[in-house]
């Protein structure tokens, strides 16, 4: 299936020729009826000579209407531009194709309508040189009559044309359903409809209310008046719900599939049309089905910030019509660049954001995001509409700029160092203390950031083989080696080690740069002192009694015993079964 829009000028005859090309009523309301004019959209399809479908929704004309005919074009890819053979190219033919042109449909028809009543000759050739300058450029033309039927076979013919050229729809996009109707079916609770533009959805699929982010389960389906289990892009699409009000469901929300959208208040954007200067203070904002006021705060000459009275879920590229409603007139196109935008608090953000936005233009980069947010997750970007395949996360799933990581890595760096250097007793620097001072937003960052020389043992990062004693427990250590120069196993007792001020704290600090050696608890030997007994050891008549291991090393049992285990651990002694030992 494909869907179009009609688009052009009050009572030219776009319902009429909906009509007669389906068979369909696209006016559903009585009041249109006995207007004889659209007010709000309508629906109606037909099969083509090809045997594909072709779904239209079909745009009210009037000026007033104008919020209708964008909320039905926002999501459509294509346009039947029609304009009456006796009524020419009037100004709702050039705003519709003004924002035709602003949310970028780049696929349409020219259809002259009314060619019973007048010449279509130079209706076609005005329309045409119109729409040459947009981005629908040089459509194919055809001139009708709904009243003979001239041209409708060949309108037919077209429009099978136009579907063969629509590019295919992605099916495996998360879906983002514009809400352009809801009702309530008795039995059955709240219907919407909309225009799936990408994606699948099924039944039994829980999708999240753009609004609020609940989920809600679909209960059934329905596409061109036929339930089905499953409908694929692009399609014109009725979704049963369950476990939500109508209320919640007007027009312009939107059901997506959850986690995929980030829903943002704030957007920059690149204006095409009225300079941004120009625009008015407060706009509205349309885009898919929705309208929203929004506040133009200009970013240069054709980018700026915008900010909406409510949170809609858009995607980097998301394209959009910017309306002034008091002027009821299309002020511009809009481009989405960024859909998380910095804030613009300290001086000179403003202008240094101008300069960044100049750069962009809206089509997802993520190397320049990377670039410009230095950090950010897989989840966030995919959010963002940038696809975050081909780079790999440095932590968890966070994505890193190369040059950002390599300045966080210095940093890191010297924050340890200067840790190590404030507090010579510690082990190195808490995690969560470098991750404050580096103002990083997850420890696993720290964490992935240690590299050689640095090291990470028990929640601290420390400098490998670089740590300086502080000056008082370095003098402490040099006076204990004196004292053990004699008797290098007489481990001090804790008067000793009171004396010289050496608590646990200047202990633990002492081991770990090598200087002294702890056998258990208190019980401290220089570093050389297990070698040393190894040779002792082995100068005695093997296998040899604790007791007499205690003698040889000139030294009691207090340090003879975990001594020995130590000796034992590394394999330099061996224990027999009798308690004895051997060395080798
Ligand atoms: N003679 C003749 N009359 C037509 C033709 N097409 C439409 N009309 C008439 O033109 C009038 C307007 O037609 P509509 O189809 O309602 O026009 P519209 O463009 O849908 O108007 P809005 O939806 O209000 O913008 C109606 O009276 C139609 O009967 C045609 O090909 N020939
Ligand atoms: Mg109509």
């Not at 926002?74 to 705003?95: I, K």
């Not at 000459?301 to 858009?314: E, I």
């Not at 990062?461 to 004699?486: F, K, M, S, T, Y």
């Not at 015993?561 to 224990?575: A, F, Q």
Request: glycine fraction near 10%; charge should be positive; avoid cysteine.
């Amino acid at each position: 299936m494909w869907v179009v829009a009609t688009a052009g000028h009050v009572d030219h005859g776009k319902s009429t020729l909906v009509r007669a090309v389906t068979g369909m009523e696209p006016d559903r309301w009585a009041e249109e009826r006995r207007r004889g004019m659209t007010i709000d959209l309508g629906f109606a399809w037909t099969t083509l000579p090809s045997g594909g479908t072709v779904a239209f929704v079909d745009v009210p004309g009037h000026e007033r209407f104008v919020p209708n005919m964008l909320a039905g074009v926002g999501p459509v890819p294509a346009a039947v531009v029609v304009v009456a053979a006796d009524g020419g190219w009037m100004p709702q033919s050039a705003e519709h194709l003004a924002a035709l042109h602003a949310l970028g449909v780049s696929h349409g028809l020219l259809v002259v309508t009314r060619a019973d009543l007048a010449d279509p000759g130079p209706a076609l050739r005005r329309a045409r040189a119109e729409l040459a300058a947009t981005g629908l450029g040089a459509v194919e033309a055809v001139a009708v009559s709904a009243v003979t039927g001239a041209g409708l076979p060949e309108l037919r013919a077209a429009l099978d044309r136009l579907g063969a050229r629509l590019p295919p729809p992605v099916v495996d996009a998360p879906v983002r359903l514009w809400v352009d109707r809801s009702f309530t079916v008795r039995g059955s609770g709240t219907v919407v409809t909309g225009t799936l533009g990408a994606g699948r959805l099924r039944v039994g699929d829980t999708l999240a209310l753009a609004d609020g982010g609940e989920p809600v389960r679909v209960r059934g389906l329905h596409a061109l008046g036929v339930a089905r289990d499953e409908v694929t892009a692009v399609a014109r699409v009725a979704v049963n719900l369950r476990g939500v009000s109508r209320e919640r469901l007007a027009r312009g929300a939107a059901l997506l599939t959850p986690g995929r959208f980030h829903r943002t208040d704030l957007v920059d954007v690149r204006v095409a049309g009225d300079p941004v200067a120009d625009l008015p203070a407060s706009v509205m904002l349309h885009v898919g089905a929705a309208a929203v006021p929004a506040r133009v705060r200009p970013l240069g000459v054709d980018t700026a910030r915008l900010r909406l009275a409510r949170a809609l879920p858009l995607l980097v590229g998301d394209r959009a019509v910017l309306r002034d409603p008091g002027r009821r007139h299309v002020a511009g196109g809009v481009r989405v660049l960024d859909v998380d935008p910095p804030p613009l608090a300290r001086r000179g953000a403003a202008a240094a954001r101008t300069v960044v936005l100049t750069g962009l233009d809206g089509r997802p980069d993520l190397a320049g995001e990377l670039r410009r947010r230095g950090l950010v997750r897989v989840a966030a970007l995919t959010r963002m509409g940038v696809d975050p395949a081909g780079v790999r996360p440095v932590a968890a799933d966070w994505l890193a700029d190369p040059g950002h990581w390599r300045r966080l890595r210095s940093a890191l760096a010297a924050e340890v160092t200067r840790y190590v250097r404030e507090h010579p007793l510690e082990p190195g620097a808490p995690v969560e203390v470098l991750r404050q001072r580096l103002d990083l937003p997850d420890r696993v960052l720290v964490e992935a950031l240690v590299a050689a020389p640095l090291r990470l043992a028990a929640g601290r990062v420390g400098v490998a083989g670089a740590a300086v004693l502080p000056e008082p427990v370095a003098r402490a250590v040099a006076r204990l080696r004196a004292d053990l120069v004699d008797r290098p196993f007489r481990a001090p007792e804790a008067e000793r080690l009171t004396e010289l001020g050496l608590g646990p704290r200047e202990i633990a600090a002492a081991v770990r740069a090598g200087a002294l050696l702890r056998l258990a608890g208190s019980v401290v030997l220089l570093p050389g002192a297990v070698d040393e007994a190894a040779r002792v050891l082995a100068a005695l008549p093997q296998p040899f009694t604790l007791s007499a291991a205690r003698q040889a090393l000139d030294t009691t049992r207090r340090v003879a015993v975990p001594l020995l285990e130590v000796l034992d651990g590394r394999g330099v002694t061996r224990r027999h079964p009798d308690d004895t030992r051997s060395v080798g």
